[in-house]
């Protein structure tokens, strides 16, 4: 049986880190959607147009090491305002989706437009500072050579561009259960993950 839960929000909010957690606890898959879109921007970076880099994209590009540079992420949000990207995506996000055994999907779109009947969804957010002092000790620890005001203006032009787009901009659909992480810890927001995803499912 398939079960989907979309995890969407603004850049660290905690996504990724709640994402997994979420499905080694209910043994489900787990896919990182903004994976698609760095690796779609990192290609245009290349010199790839970013339309063909979406339409001919290899699964085994989500394993580049560079996916994580601030750079990509700008290219990732710019190349994801094409709606062409963005459809050439959506097939695989889907079928990622319907997988037996259940999937959790995190995005910025994955309530709203993927998967809108998922029966668990949550928007996942923090105020701006968290979110950057976050990703800031992040890259930090990865030896990205960066500073705090650095990636908070990185993070909020992204989060800008990824909510004025006119296609699939960054929304909570009407359905999902909003979860502020700025006070929590990393075992807090996960329980509370847990526990809404739990009213939601049949077992
Ligand atoms: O996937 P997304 O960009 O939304 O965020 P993430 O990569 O899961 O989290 C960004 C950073 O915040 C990671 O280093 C997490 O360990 C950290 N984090 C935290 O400190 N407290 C939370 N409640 C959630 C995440
Ligand atoms: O980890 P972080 O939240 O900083 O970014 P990400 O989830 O890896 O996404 C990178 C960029 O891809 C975002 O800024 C969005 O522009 C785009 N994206 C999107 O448009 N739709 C998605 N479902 C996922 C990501």
Known sequence: MSFTVAIDGPAAAGKGTISRAVAVHFGFAHLDTGLLYRAVG???LDGLDPVDAARTLEPSVLERGDL???EVAQAASKVAA???VRAALVDFQRAFAARA???VLDGRDIGTVIC???PAKLFVT???EVRAERRFLELRQKGVETSFEEVLAEMRERDARDSARATAP???AEDAVILDTSRLSIEAAVGAAIETIRTRHPA
């Open 170 to 172: 960054l929304r909570p």
């Open 68 to 70: 994580r540079a601030p």
């Open 82 to 84: 094409i709606p062409e």
């Open 101 to 103: 055994g259940g999937a």
């Open 116 to 118: 809108p009947e998922a």
């Open 126 to 128: 923090a105020s701006d």
């Open 42 to 44: 990192a290609r245009m």
